[in-house]
């Protein structure tokens, strides 16, 4: 009992896992309680049991256990987080409970399972049941089984997956245990109920016993559907209903049944089989046997496997292009059946799979239709209908056409039979442009003389009108006669639709018939959509899909009954004598009398007459016919007199207006009136009557019959005015209807006449029709001569980007029976218009040119024969211009070519269909399947070019096709399965940018989820981003809940990872477009119809998008309006406008169907008037911050796009809410333009007196403003621009700098203007674009620029370029991102530009360059083509000669314009642009004191400059105050302005060189932000390899004042705490990079001298040793860096030195005991290092000077010395450096110690001697002895061969560049220690040219020795030896660069002494040691100060020769010894 009370004690969790069962069930009781107890379902106290439930079920005490189910039932039920538990707890369900003995724990089991179900886990407990089935233990799979039924019963088949259960079904019935056989078949009776028939071809293989007990079970089943009796949590709402039904009594839904039997498709049960592998391996052959019988039996091998219910997917291509064949061809009709047969089972199989194959296989079978025996054609039939189901009427409806003129009737009668069934599978409405071409050729057909034609036609037209409704087919049938109509009603009557249901004739809509199941009130649809129907009266069928509306007398009239204004007047013709009768009846007498008098005056009166009473008429009672009949009447319209006749055109135009004016009364008059259409005097009545009839009997009709009239007759004046009659009526009535076809043939003929105003006519109207009918119109006409085309398109062009104008005139009466369609069917028109217009083309059959031959040239073996094929089949294309959709076997050929091995047969067959796109237009529909699917595989090739020609091909076939046909089916869903990256990411780019565009998408979008989810968990980053931005846009579509629901399939780590996703998409999801505006007035809501179902409605095409903000959007993104369109009148309300919103281009009649709207009511403004005087702008804290947050979290969409978009819009005005007062953002989204006109004047107005509300808003006023630069009209832009100039100037008065959140919203769409067509817009562009650079930075500007100029406008290209060259021009070489060299690349493209303005802009760009950096140009544009290069350099002279014909001087306020405030040192890049020295001299000569005149301001080296400025200059240590004036009174050198420069000197004085120079002096400041910057710029230099070469002979300069910098950051930074350490780990990494930079360039690296090495490697190491940078953020980082740039340093360096220089500094590192034992250590690992190397490098290091350091080092530490150091690392890697050298060269290594000295007394050579000695004779490679010749001795002698040797190398030196010097001063030592050394050898075989550079190379170096030796003071230490090191190294550091350094230090101390220093003094002889000792980078700073004097003491010899005596100091050694303190002075004072 005491351990009883132990557990009593303890907590419920933890009793529940005591290890004593009476723990345990007390845990659990008290649980149970504790579970019923807690109210809240999200409590805290759930979680703690979340682990424990699984132990709960899984109990091994059967008491407890029971206890333990009780609780897990109560958790399960009440916790919210119960769901996660599901896997575990099932699981042990299964396997812990099924198999108890007890029934309870069972039950409790079997409970807890449904349970779960309830809570939304069915899928998971449905997965552990099923695999419970494959239990050994029978009891348990009976015990799954039972669960199953149960959840099957209570929750019903639409919860409980049935697929997968039944696929298990049949193993289970045959299992050994009768309870699991027995428990099978309840659950197959349950499964029955839900399912009915579709189970039984998934069990027809049980046993046929089993089977038939089934069947008579099945048979007892109520026929009555089975009902869901247990509801999901989320389905309470059905759970009330459910048992509202059950209180009022069983009733049975229709709705449910139907559902339910729609639920499961059997074909969905049945597993895939694989047929393709088991087809025989000799298929193919025999199909093409001559023998019958083989051809049998391969077709009876496939026809069995055809028969498999459903087929694995797979390519069939060659199966289908077999069997087609077969069809097609075979004279044998058995196997023609057989074939047929096959196809129909691939069909059946493969279902929506087979749509691919559809459109090659139709035209073939419909051909086929020819043959007459029964079961041919049955065969066939079966074979198309079940073809038929695969796709779509649309993708079938070409080929259905192209037989219907067929001459055979079989083939019409089949092809109108074929219709018919598929009609009556038409779940959708067809839409009007497929029904359209269908009923005008079953129409036709109606006529045949074959009965059987007619009969079947009618049976397809009845079909039509039963299944698409009397509605949508009437208009069509309008022509035929009331007998013919019968008969189509009575075939409607007898169609039987596929659900059983009979068709009715009374022709109620598809859509009404589809409300009965969907609607909830179905009755109240037809009365909601009936008043617009009523109100609405238009022209004729309408070409584009803009909503159409009445005139306001008929709006107003809405309500009332059809009156007959809405029909069309028909009249029978009237004979002359009831006309006359029925004048009489309405004409005074004497008018009838008078109307042919001879007397003109009286025939006036007799029209005065007539026109008074035709304006009293009654319009009921007006004859019309027999009032223009009158008019005809002799004289008629042969009236010679002029007034007379203007009065009859008149009377004619009222009776139109007036009367009910019908056809019949127009053909009377409209020959008259085109006969005086040209007349001078009568041509404007005559118009006048022409518009007239026009209103009564529709514009389309009118101008079709004028046109031909006019054309009919040979008069060019009534042809020519016909044609402007025409061209102002489209405009005032709009593009309604209108017939392209029929005019296009007269318009043709109209160009080709030899009257000019008939052409000028003609084009005109052409303009005109362009502005409604975009760039299709102009296909019609690409035949015509080239000058004829270009008058065209310059008509064209004057169009382009204009709006329609709003129609002021309508048709009043209906023209036809199209008006009854009423507004029903206008949607579909308008995603159809463009393919209306697509329609009029002629088109070309290429069917017959696909031969079999080209089909096997393109898929031959060889490559070069596939090319040809494909060659041959784009001429064919090519040729052709428009094709049909009929391309024979072309699909499956190129579809193998797109998986090409050859890329570049790949990328040819792309742009194949590219062609075929743009040739076969909507067509290309029916082959998305087979030719598009495959161009999206491409998608995922290795090569980005290959993809790039794709995702082009895929846009080009997407603009055709529309998106629909490419969502629907699976084939989506498996490119995404293929987990290649590349294909994912395009892919889901693709879809991201297409969907968002979409109003639906088909539900086999859904597919695609899975494998989305997938790629978002994907391993390759790209793809993940994709997937995360395709998201929302899947979401828009399918909805959170279903998208959120397919995630319970994932694994539960993915699972939790999409749902936070899919929070985050929830949020930033975008609404979907719009649907299309509706006509002003009708408020009421249409029912759902079936042409809102249609097809074209998910087209893809994106609706048109308008800027709610003002005027539509343009057709071309940067539009060139030519003037501004015509405001819309004032009466017009807001709705009317937005109706009349433009779609986009190529849309015809756009905008122009509307019909006035209702009236502004008055005074609506003045009540509406607000206050207007408060600020208009609000300034909130923060607020843009906080926009600018929520846009970089996706809170919000990116202002980002190509034309704004209705959510951009409807976004920035919701953000502008909160910012704007509500009276200005009204005015600013008003639809009127002149509204924002005066909303901008307000703003221009409050722009200086609310700045700081401005600046807090900036963003979203440019937001606006680039919406504004989409509109069209040029009023409004003009203001735009007026207002931007005025608010740059304020930003930057305010000191204001753009963000670049602002930048980016807005500089791309104002450099959208800067190719507007209006100069004065592109002038103000430009003003704004400088004044931008003030306010944000030019060289961020720049890329937006160089982003501009891969525009498709020319202007706009050329006007960037231009831009360009000004920012170069202004800012410097800077200012190009992201590299000069990238950019100037780009810019040369353009000089081969087709435009001429872009080419002169580009070569002016290039040229702007040149005047900034001189030659340097060429390098940086590439290579150019020969020709523009000649172009280029023509230019450059040309602006060469206006720069020399140009002053000298350019005044100093030019100079300041020029320079970058922001840069002061620019760039130094730059060279003079004179290149001539000696007019460069002459101008140094003439300039004294001024700035040298060919060098910008910006790029010289100032240095009055530097001394004034304060800041940048390298800030040193006071040295006043040691007075340093009394030491430097010695030296005297002289002013150096004061004398001209010698020629010799050019180079120390080159601009370049100097600023390079002042940079490299900034390096080493004191301030850290100075050094930083200077860093950058050599950064700059460094990281483009055209430019690095400029540093060439400036890098020991450069890791000078490097290390120095370092060693400030040791000593003085790092140990100031004041400083932001984080400062200074920017310097580190600055210093890094730009280290890491330099050496990562061989050619520079090598550059490096062993003393300046040396100290960059001590430098390095001690920062690698520095324990305070760890303290520094990522100082592990900084340390890994070094690291690497060590390495860097070690491999790219010159060998010799860094080896020497390493020997030196572990030499040293050894001598000074306070150093740290790491320092050595680390040396001695790049020792180890290069070791390793050296077998690679051996043969490029000079190891005379290695020994010699390694006999220094032992001489400093002898043997015994090192031994005694505490490590003897340092003894072994010396000797393993001298056992490796010995190695690898053998005795020869002895012949190397040339530069020691008493080498007898060396230990080296001792050591050397006995290694040798070890290793035994192993010869070495010959070492490479070209660096030697300074350090040989005089007395060696040297064989003939090493002679040759030596002088080769220093001939090699003198022939290279860099080291010419170098090997000119060898050669002249060589051959003083040589004097008897023969060198012609090898100077005989060089130029001319050489032989004497190197002659007076040598005589100067020998008159510098003579100097040197004539002025040596006694003070120098003779000279022993060479100094290797000094002399190869030290003469690459030129000496200007430390006297202009020390200048400036003088300077900037205030050091500067007026006396000339002492330039005369005699230079002293350097000191070269007799021992080779290390120079640091001091001694070398006094080295080059001494060979500065020296130069300069050379230059006074040689110029100064009048002059013989110089005045020399009396002491010069005193004078450096001088020099030499001071400097030690700065230097030690630097240090403190």
């Known amino acids: 009992m005491g351990d009883d009370s132990e557990w009593m004690k303890l907590p419920i969790d933890q009793k529940c896992e005591h290890k004593v069962w009476k723990a345990r069930l007390n845990g659990y009781e008290e649980a149970l309680k504790l579970f019923q107890r807690i109210e809240d379902e999200k409590s805290p106290e759930w979680g703690k049991y979340l682990g424990l439930i699984k132990k709960f079920v899984t109990e091994s005490n059967a008491v407890a256990q029971l206890k333990g189910l009780e609780a897990a039932m109560a958790f399960i039920e009440n916790a919210h987080v119960a769901g996660k538990t599901v896997g575990e707890v099932v699981s042990g369900v299964v396997t812990k409970v099924f198999n108890q003995p007890k029934a309870k724990a069972k039950e409790l089991g079997t409970d807890i399972c449904l349970m779960y179900i309830e809570i939304e ?367 189509i009603k009575e075939c409607a009557d007898k169609v039987e639709l596929p659900g059983g249901k009979k068709g009715t004739s009374g022709g109620g809509t598809a859509a009404e018939k589809k409300l009965v199941p969907k609607a909830p009130a179905p009755a109240e649809a037809p009365p909601k959509s009936a008043p617009p129907k009523k109100s609405t009266v238009s022209a004729s069928k309408p070409s584009a899909g803009a909503p159409k509306k009445g005139k306001p007398t008929a709006a107003a009239a809405g309500k009332a009954k059809k009156s007959s204004d809405t029909k069309e007047i028909t009249e029978s013709e009237l004979s002359l004598e009831a006309c006359e009768d029925l004048a009489r009846g309405v004409l005074p007498a004497s008018c009838l009398q008078q109307l042919d008098s001879a007397n003109w005056k009286e025939r006036l009166a007799s029209m005065e007459d007539f026109q008074r009473a035709v304006e009293t008429m009654d319009k009921a009672d007006m004859p019309c016919q027999a009032l223009v009949r009158m008019l005809a009447k002799k004289p008629g319209w042969k009236e010679t007199n002029f007034q007379v006749m203007q009065m009859k055109l008149h009377i004619v135009a009222l009776i139109a207006q007036r009367g009910q004016f019908s056809k019949m009364s127009a053909s009377v008059v409209l020959d008259g009136l085109v006969d005086k259409v040209g007349d001078i005097k009568c041509g404007g009545n005559a118009k006048e009557a022409l518009t007239a009839i026009g209103e009564t009997c529709s514009l389309p009709w009118t101008a079709e019959q004028v046109v031909s009239l006019a054309f009919g007759q040979k008069n060019p004046k009534n042809q020519a005015e016909s044609l402007n009659w025409l061209a102002n009526a489209i405009k005032e009535f709009g593009f309604t209807g209108i017939n392209v076809k029929a005019f296009i043939s007269n318009v043709k003929t109209a160009l080709g006449a030899t009257n000019p105003a ?161 040739a076969m237009g909507p067509g290309l529909k029916q082959h998305v399947k087979a030719l598009g699917i495959p161009v999206i595989t491409v998608l995922g090739d290795s090569k980005a070019n290959v993809r790039t020609a794709a995702m082009a091909t895929l846009q080009a076939w997407v603009e055709q096709t529309g998106m629909k046909e490419w969502l629907e089916g699976e084939e989506l869903s498996e490119e995404l399965k293929k987990e290649n990256p590349f294909l994912r990411q395009e892919l889901l780019g693709w879809l991201a940018e297409k969907l968002p565009a979409l109003r639906t998408v088909p539900g086999d979008l859904m597919l695609c989820v899975p494998q989305l989810y997938a790629c978002l968990g994907d391993r390759n980053g790209e793809v993940r981003k994709k997937a995360q931005d395709a998201l929302p846009m899947f979401m828009m579509h399918l909805g959170y809940d279903k998208m959120n629901k397919a995630t319970s399939k994932l694994k539960s780590a993915s699972k939790d990872q999409v749902v936070a996703m899919l929070e985050k998409a929830r949020a930033v999801m975008p609404d979907k477009p719009a649907p299309p505006p509706k006509a002003a007035g009708k408020e009421t809501s249409r029912a759902p119809s079936a042409s809102r179902c249609q097809p074209d409605e998910v087209d893809g095409k994106p609706e048109p998008k308008k800027v709610k903000g003002g005027a539509p959007a343009a057709r071309k993104p940067p539009p060139p309006p030519e003037e501004a369109p015509t405001p819309p009148p004032p009466s017009k309300d807001k709705d009317s406008i937005a109706s009349k919103k433009l779609p986009a281009k190529g849309k015809a009649a756009a905008g122009v169907q509307q019909g006035p709207a209702a009236k502004k009511p008055l005074g609506k403004a003045v009540k509406d008037e607000e206050d207007k005087s408060g600020p208009i702008f609000i300034l909130i804290p923060n607020a843009k911050e906080q926009r600018i947050k929520e846009e970089k979290q996706l809170k919000i969409l990116k202002w980002n796009f190509i034309t704004p978009r209705d959510e951009y819009v409807e976004q920035l005005k919701t953000q502008m809410t909160t ?148 920012l170069i021009e202004g800012f410097g070489m800077n200012v190009c991102q992201p590299t000069p060299a990238k950019s100037l690349k780009e810019i040369a493209i353009h000089i081969g530009d087709r435009d001429t303005s872009v080419r002169n802009a580009a070569l002016n760009t290039v040229v702007a360059v040149y005047n900034v950096c001189g030659d340097q140009v060429y390098k940086l544009i590439g290579n150019l083509s020969e020709k523009d290069m000649s172009m280029l350099e023509e230019r450059i002279k040309r602006s060469a000669k206006k720069t020399v014909a140009a002053p000298a001087k350019q005044s100093a306020p030019e100079r300041t314009q020029r320079e970058n405030p922001a840069n002061p040192n620019g760039t130094f890049l730059r060279k003079p642009a004179q290149e001539d020295p000696n007019k460069l001299n002459q101008s140094r000569q003439n300039a004294h004191h001024s700035d040298h005149p060919s060098i910008p301001k910006e790029f010289q080296l100032d240095l009055d400059m530097i001394e004034m400025d304060k800041k940048n200059v390298c800030e040193l240590p006071d040295l006043v105050q040691f007075k340093l004036d009394e030491l430097l009174e010695p030296v005297m050198i002289p002013e150096p302005k004061m ?61 000078i004042a490097t290390f120095m910098q ?427």
Not at 127 to 141: A, F, H, M, T
Not at 1567 to 1580: F, G, K
């Open 758 to 918: 008939v052409r000028t006519a003609a084009i005109t109207l052409l303009g005109v029709m362009y502005l409604y009918m975009g760039a299709p119109l102009r296909m019609f006409f690409e035949d015509e001569k080239p000058a004829l085309l270009s008058q065209i398109d310059a008509e064209f062009e004057k169009t382009q980007g204009q709006t329609p104008p709003a129609p002021t005139r309508f048709t009043k009466k209906g023209g036809g029976a199209v008006e009854e369609e009423g507004d029903d069917a206008e949607e579909p028109e308008e995603d159809g218009s463009k393919q209306d217009i697509m329609d009029l083309l002629p088109r070309t059959d290429i069917g017959d040119k696909i031969t079999s031959d080209l089909v096997s040239k393109i898929g031959d073996k060889n490559w070069k024969i596939r090319k040809e094929g494909l060659d041959e089949t784009a001429a064919i294309i090519s040729e052709a211009k428009f094709v049909t959709a009929n391309i024979g076997d072309l699909p499956l050929c190129l579809k193998a070519r797109l998986s090409d091995s050859n890329k570049i047969l790949v990328q040819q067959t792309l742009s194949i269909l590219q062609q075929l796109a743009t």
């Open 121 to 487: 886990k069915a899928e998971v407990v449905q997965d552990e049941l099923i695999k419970g089935l494959d239990n050994k233990n029978p009891k348990i799979v009976v015990a799954c089984l039972e669960t199953l039924r149960k959840g099957l019963s209570e929750f019903g088949s639409k919860i409980v997956t049935l697929k997968p259960v039944v696929k298990i079904l049949p193993k289970q019935f045959e299992s050994r245990e009768k309870a699991v056989r027995d428990e099978a078949k309840q659950l197959a009776i349950e499964i029955y109920k839900w399912i009915r028939d579709a189970l039984r071809p998934p069990l027809q293989n049980i046993n046929s016993v089993q089977l038939k007990e089934l069947e008579e079970e099945w048979v007892k089943l109520p026929t009555a559907p089975p009902k869901q009796t247990r509801f999901l949590r989320s389905q309470q709402d059905m759970k009330a209903k459910f048992e509202q039904q059950q209180a009022q009594g069983d009733q049975s839904d229709g709705e449910d049944v139907e559902e339910t039997a729609a639920a499961v498709d059997p074909y969905e049960l049945l597993e895939a089989v694989e047929i393709l592998s088991k087809m025989p391996k000799d298929f193919y052959e025999k199909i093409e046997s001559k023998k019958w019988q083989e051809r049998k039996e391969a077709l009876e091998a496939v026809e069995a496997l055809a028969k498999n219910p459903k087929l694995e997917n797979g390519d069939y291509g060659d199966l289908v292009r077999a069997l087609k064949k077969v069809v097609g061809k075979d004279a044998n009709v058995m196997l023609v059946s057989m074939a047929a047969k096959c196809l129909a089972g691939l069909a059946t199989g493969l279902r929506k799979k087979f749509g691919q194959y559809a459109g090659q296989v139709v035209p073939t079978i419909l051909e086929k239709f020819k043959e007459k025996k029964p079961q041919v054609v049955q065969a066939l039939q079966e074979a198309i209908d079940a073809i038929f189901l695969t796709t779509t009427l649309q993708n079938l409806s070409e080929d259905i056409l192209a037989v219907m003129d067929n001459k055979n009737p079989s083939i019409k009668q089949q092809a109108s039979l074929f219709l018919a069934r598929s009609i009556r599978h038409c779940t959708q409405a067809l839409p009007k442009s497929v029904l359209k071409p269908l009923c005008a050729a079953l129409i036709k057909q109606v006529n045949d003389s074959a009965p059987e034609v007619r009969d079947a036609a009618f049976e397809a037209l009845g079909t039509a009108m039963c299944t698409v409704g009397e509605k949508a087919v009437n208009p069509f049938l309008a022509d035929l006669d009331k007998l013919k109509l019968d008969k």
């Open 1219 to 1366: 910012c704007f007062s509500k009276w200005l953002l009204d005015e600013l989204f008003h639809l009127d333009f002149q509204r924002h006109v005066k909303a901008i004047g307000v703003m221009i107005e409050r722009l200086e007196s609310e700045s700081e509300a401005t600046i807090s808003c900036l963003d979203l006023i440019l937001k606006w403003f680039t919406l504004r630069f989409f509109d069209t009209n040029t009023t409004v832009l003009m203001k735009v621009l007026e207002y931007l100039k005025l608010l740059f100037s304020m930003l930057n008065c305010e000191n204001y700098h753009l963000t670049e959140y602002e930048a980016n919203s807005f500089v791309p769409y104002l450099i959208l203007k800067v190719g507007e067509s209006k100069d004065v817009v592109r002038k103000d562009v430009r003003a704004i674009l400088g004044m931008l650079c003030k306010v944000y930075p030019a060289s961020k500007v720049f890329p937006f620029l160089m982003e501009g100029t891969k525009s498709k406008n020319s202007k706009q290209r050329a006007e960037c370029l231009e831009e360009l060259g000004c």
């Open 1606 to 2032: 370092l060693r400030l950051i040791y000593n003085t930074h790092m140990a100031d705490d004041r400083l932001d350490k984080k400062d200074i780990f920017k310097l580190y990494s600055c210093i890094i990079g730009n280290m890491l930079s330099l050496f990562s360039m061989e050619s520079l690296a090598r550059e490096a001298s062993m003393g300046v090495l040396k100290d960059l490697m001590h430098g390095l190491i001690t920062l690698m040793l520095d324990g305070r940078v760890e303290d520094i953020e990522e100082g592990q980082q900084l340390i890994r860096s070094v690291n690497l740039l060590v390495v860097k340093v070690l491999e790219k360096s010159d060998q010799t030195n860094i080896l020497s220089a390493l020997l030196v500094l572990l030499q040293d590192s050894l001598v000074t005991s306070a150093g740290s034992p790491m320092f050595s250590e680390l040396v001695m690992k790049c020792l180890w290092r290069m070791i390793r190397f050296l077998p690679e490098t051996i043969n490029s290091i000079n190891l005379d000077r290695i020994l010699l350091d390694a006999h220094n080092f032992m001489k400093v530490f002898p043997k015994e010395k090192l031994k005694q150091l505490k490590s003897d690392v340092p003894h072994r890697t010396l000797k393993t450096l001298l056992h490796t050298l010995c190695k690898l060269m053998g005795a020869k290594i002895l012949d190397h110690l040339s530069m020691i000295e008493n080498r007898n007394e060396s230990e080296l050579e001792a050591h050397l001697r006995r290694v040798v000695k070890h290793c035994g004779n192993q010869s070495g490679p010959k070492s490479d002895r070209g660096n030697e010749k300074s350090g040989l001795r005089a007395d060696d002698r040297m064989s003939k061969a090493k002679v040759s040797d030596i002088l080769s190398e220093i001939f090699k030196k003198i022939g290279s560049k860099e080291n010419t010097k170098e090997g000119l001063t060898e050669l002249y030592e060589y051959k003083l220690k040589y004097s008897d050394a023969d060198v012609e050898p090898f100077l005989k075989n060089t130029s001319q040219f050489f032989q004497s550079y190197v002659e007076r190379g040598l005589r100067m170096i020998e008159s510098e020795r003579e100097a040197k030796t004539r002025i040596q003071p006694s003070s120098v230490i003779p000279q022993h030896s060479v100094d290797s090191t000094l002399g190869s190294h030290n003469e690459e550091l030129k000496p200007a660069v430390y006297y202009e350094r020390l200048k400036i230090l003088r300077q900037r101390q205030g050091l500067e002494n007026t006396r000339g220093i002492g330039g005369d003094d005699e230079p002293q002889q350097r000191s070269l040691l007799s021992k080779p000792s290390v120079a640091s980078s001091t001694d070398m700073l006094q080295s080059k100060l001494s060979q500065l004097k020296e130069t300069r003491e050379l230059y006074q010899q040689e110029h100064n020769s009048h002059s013989p005596t110089h005045a020399r100091s009396s002491s010069p050694a005193a004078n450096l010894d001088d020099l030499k303190k001071r400097l030690e002075r700065i230097k030690n004072n630097s240090r403190q």
């Open 1539 to 1599: 004398r001209p420069v010698s020629p010799h000197f050019d180079d120390l004085h080159n601009s370049t060189a100097s600023t390079i120079n002042f940079v490299i002096s900034q390096v080493a400041s004191g301030d850290i932000n100075t050094s930083i910057q200077a860093l950058a710029q050599i950064d700059e230099v460094l990281r483009q390899e055209d430019k690095a070469e400029v540093m060439s002979g400036h890098i020991d300069q450069f890791l």
